[in-house]
């Protein structure tokens, strides 16, 4: 493996830690403000577009096969769009982006990037409720009775 296709695949795995990370963030107790949150994501998603941009400059050679991928990355990237204007979700669009960025990337350097952040945030949260620092998640209602 040569050292600058290394060094594309180490950028799409931090790109995509950091995406991860931000998105699991977004489903736990843990008190991260959701700045924090957003900047992750994006700065995940930053990187992950530099990754492309270094991509497309490097195989600057278009085959057919090259442009139909071109074609269908916009088509369903602007389908992808068309959802987060809808419903206000940019789950699909970050998916998309992270699926058409995988290019050319080791499926178990992705895997264990995954794996790595996964198991990071639950050790995290682990030891934060042992701490005390978040709760169970469990919501307690209280009810008022009226008699008349």
């Known amino acids: 493996m040569s050292q600058s296709k290394m060094s594309i695949e180490k950028l799409y795995c931090v790109a995509y830690g950091l995406y ?66 809808s419903n206000s979700e940019y789950e699909l669009l970050g998916s998309v982006i992270f699926i058409f960025g995988a290019y050319d990337v080791n499926y178990k350097s992705i895997l264990k990037t995954f794996i790595w952040v996964t198991t990071s945030i639950l050790a995290i949260m682990l030891v934060a409720y042992l701490l005390g620092a978040i709760g169970d998640g469990t919501i307690q209602r209280t009810t008022s009775v009226m008699s008349y």
Do not use: N, W
Not at 31 to 45: A, D, K, M, Q, V
Not at 52 to 79: C, G, N, P, Q, W
């Open 20 to 85: 991860v990370a931000g998105m699991i963030c977004g489903q736990t107790l843990l008190p991260i403000s959701s700045t924090i949150r957003h900047f992750t994501i994006g700065l995940g998603c930053g990187l992950l577009v530099m990754k492309m941009m270094i991509d497309l400059i490097e195989h600057s050679k278009l085959s057919y096969l090259r442009i139909a991928v071109y074609l269908s990355f916009l088509l369903i990237l602007s389908l992808a769009f068309v959802s987060v204007r």
